[in-house]
């Protein structure tokens, strides 16, 4: 090899082993206020060792989970028909779908508590302790999740939200619960693929596949597209979810939560 | 294992580009073997093949094999078309070559645009084929077919083995997005094969780190918001419309020609002149300036297998703007399946129609900083303009994106676009600044990045490196909330 081609060779590798090593600090790095970004390359390492310990042995725990802390495809829990507190977050797309669920609460003896954050997304969530304070003030024995849309086209996305919806999943713990996902208006850049891969089996409903009637923005569903929308999550908890509660056919269209909690857009 | 196999397999969402790491890890491997065997022509040419055919397969899957029996094909018919006295079974075997490697493409590319646009005008029940588009099919589709015609014309000589041919056809960085490179600047490079130098290796990793500046950090990062507000126009005001247009100007070169950017100076690194194939398109001060300037390698193809053969200029005026339309309707038509890019490319006939109109008057305007300021603010709107249709998705959103910016436009809107997008504010200036640094100080800092120590080649690569990741997973503002 001669001396530029070496030159080159060894300016890539080193280059390589330098951002290696970074990827493998624990903590990441900080410069002022300035978060330095690593690479994926230990956590990729990591997530296949992982998964190659975790096939050795599929068997189920107390709460029919796998080794990996998820439900096996196709587990469901029995239908819960105990009266629930119901923390129902999310972005501005709750306007539409939440008096819906209302409806259904107010029908079933449930209680509603809905939260509006909007233009919020899964990693201003993560980044507060937002949903932890909200779970320890309100008590829900049932979480429902609607975020996404306003992360449709975020790059580079499933390596750059997935530890945003795994702490938010860690935050939710062993509450059960429901995630419906964005109403996509365009083709996104992976969200939709990440919660299906991060969201435990049976708690993800994929919004993206149905047909709705938009509003003036073109992004939100009408009125009555969410309200259809609503509609449509909750048949398909009645079948498919993994952790079903009895939600009566409600004789009024829309309802109003038990308590409306809204915060501002981040900054 | 098997997660790491796979790896290397084909994956039809994640095709190969010369931005994933992945490539970077293989090139790692590739460099060594490659300097090694560079003096040996038939080793390195295999090894090379090998290479292509592998980034191709991990592109495309099994469609690798249509590369292999095209380039097989044009090489046998390139050698029969030049040992026939016969000038029928010429012609006959230049038909045939360019009807192979046409109807491939055609299928390929334009089965559902034919199949849905025969729907709406007879009706039917359509079902879309699932095909996959093999990626750079109309590049090497493009550069088969100049050999051929060329060898044809008798402008070169044949190549006479055919894996001279195929390290040509399947040279992976020229595979996925051009330039379009003919034979006749290629093969003597090859045949001459001639050993890198220390101007060529570091003066390709200038290019490569250019291009992927141009497109893993401007291209990507202004590229959300263009997509948030060309995604739902009606969502967004006229002055936010217009700076999505903005946006994509740029975002559609840095995309386009720092891609180039990387493919030729993996070419210079392999010591391959893959000339030059984007020069500062929007300084121009015409419409025709810009085609010299914009993808300058298919522009000249078009010209060269298209235009020219159409008649070009040589039958008269009418005639000649016929030719001109119809090159461009197909240049359109080349860059995509819609009729949104035929209309891109009809608006640019028009323009290059009617700017060959008024050549010879405006040729009487004297050349001021004015007319000049003047000429260029004219190309650059109508050339922003248009690419509205090459990104808008239907002509509704198109009509959107106009109207809005045409009937809903207030400057108020600046302070709040400024304060809550600043770093694609700052970002899109940068890009625009940086364009119009003049050539010579571009090719001043290239001469002393050649010059610098390993060292501060080190240190820029690396910083490099981290602005990419930096700014992969750096998000701009998503859409506010609009009321109901």
């Known amino acids: 090899m001669n001396k530029p081609y070496w030159g080159l060779w060894s300016l890539l590798l080193v280059a390589l082993v330098f951002f290696a090593a970074m990827s493998l600090l624990p903590d990441g790095i900080r410069i002022g206020g300035l978060e330095i970004k690593t690479p994926a390359l230990g956590e990729n390492i990591g997530q296949l060792v992982t998964d190659s310990v975790h096939r050795q042995g599929d068997t189920l725990d107390a709460q029919g989970r796998l080794p990996n802390g998820r439900h096996p495809k196709g587990w469901r829990a029995p239908v819960d028909t105990t009266a629930k507190t119901i923390l129902f977050i999310g972005d501005s797309m709750l306007e539409g779908l939440a008096p819906r669920l209302a409806a259904y609460c107010d029908k079933s003896g449930h209680k509603l508590i809905e939260v509006i954050w909007y233009s919020s997304s899964t990693l201003c969530w993560a980044e507060t302790a937002r949903l932890t304070e909200l779970i320890k003030t309100y008590h829900p024995n049932y979480i429902m999740v609607c975020l996404g849309a306003n992360e449709l086209y975020v790059p580079d996305i499933k390596r750059a939200r997935r530890p945003h919806v795994k702490k938010m999943l860690a935050e939710i713990g062993d509450i059960p619960y429901l995630w419906i996902g964005p109403p996509n208006w365009d083709e996104d850049t992976g969200i939709n693929d990440l919660l299906a891969q991060e969201v435990d089996e049976g708690c993800f409903y994929l919004s993206a596949k149905d047909h709705f009637d938009r509003s003036r923005d073109g992004a939100h569903p009408t009125r009555a597209s969410a309200q259809q929308w609503m509609d449509r999550v909750i048949k398909w908890m009645s079948t498919t979810a993994a952790y079903p509660i009895k939600l009566n056919p409600p004789s009024q269209l829309t309802s109003r939560a038990a308590r409306i909690v809204i915060y501002q857009p981040p900054v | ?484």
């Open chain 2, 1 to 484: 294992m098997t997660q790491v196999l796979s790896q290397f397999t084909f994956n039809r969402d994640e095709p190969m580009l010369f931005t994933s790491g992945l490539f970077w890890v293989l090139f790692l491997v590739f460099l060594p073997i490659y300097a090694h065997l560079k003096s040996r022509r038939v080793k390195m040419m295999t090894f090379v093949i090998a290479f292509s055919l592998f980034f191709f397969y991990k592109s495309s899957g099994w469609f690798f094999l249509l590369l292999v029996a095209t380039s097989f094909i044009d090489w046998w018919v390139a050698q029969f078309i030049d040992s026939s006295k016969n000038r029928t079974e010429r012609r006959v075997a230049l038909t045939v070559s360019l009807l192979l490697s046409l109807s491939v493409l055609l299928f390929f590319k334009y089965s559902n645009f034919v199949m849905s646009n025969l729907e709406a005008l007879i009706g039917g029940n359509f079902q879309p084929l699932d095909l996959i588009l093999p990626v750079g099919i109309s590049f090497y589709t493009f550069r088969t077919i100049s050999y051929v015609v060329d060898v044809y014309k008798g402008k070169i000589q044949p190549v006479d083995d055919y894996i001279d041919y195929l390290f040509f056809l399947s040279y992976f960085p020229c595979l996925v997005a051009g330039p379009i490179v003919r034979a006749c600047d290629f093969m003597p490079q090859l045949r001459d094969n001639k050993p890198a130098t220390r101007e060529m290796i570091y003066g390709g990793l200038w290019l490569v780190m250019l291009g992927v500046l141009k497109k893993a950090v401007f291209a990507d990062y202004i590229a959300q918001y263009n997509n948030i507000a060309f995604g739902n126009p009606t969502g967004y005001t006229g002055f936010e419309l217009l700076m999505a247009v903005l946006g994509y100007t740029m975002q559609i070169y840095c995309d386009f020609s720092g891609y180039s950017d990387m493919a030729i100076g993996l070419g210079s690194i392999m010591g391959f002149n893959l000339g030059v194939n984007f020069n500062y398109p929007y300084r121009s001060l015409n419409v025709t300036e810009f085609w010299r300037r914009w993808h300058i390698t298919l522009s000249s193809w078009l010209r060269d297998y298209v235009y020219i053969p159409l008649g070009g200029n040589r039958k008269g005026k009418a005639r000649q703007h016929f030719n001109l339309m119809v090159t461009m309707l197909l240049g359109g038509l080349w860059h995509g399946a819609a009729w949104t890019f035929v209309v891109w490319g009809a608006g640019h006939g028009i323009a290059l129609c009617v700017h060959k109109l008024c050549k010879p008057w405006l040729d009487q305007i004297e050349s001021t900083r004015l007319t000049r300021a003047v000429s260029w603010l004219m190309t650059f709107s109508l050339v922003a303009l248009l690419w509205v249709f090459f990104r808008a998705s239907t002509f509704q959103a198109a009509g959107q994106v106009i109207s809005g910016i045409f009937t809903d436009f207030e400057w108020a809107y600046l302070p709040v676009f400024l304060k809550r997008r600043s770093t694609w504010c700052i970002m899109l200036a940068i890009i625009y600044g940086l364009h119009f640094v003049p050539s010579h100080v571009w090719d001043k800092l290239r001469e002393r990045f050649i010059a610098a120590h390993w060292v501060v080649k080190l240190l820029l690569f690396i910083v490099l490196v981290q602005l990419v990741l930096q700014f992969a997973s750096a998000t701009v503002q998503p859409f506010l909330y609009s009321q109901f």
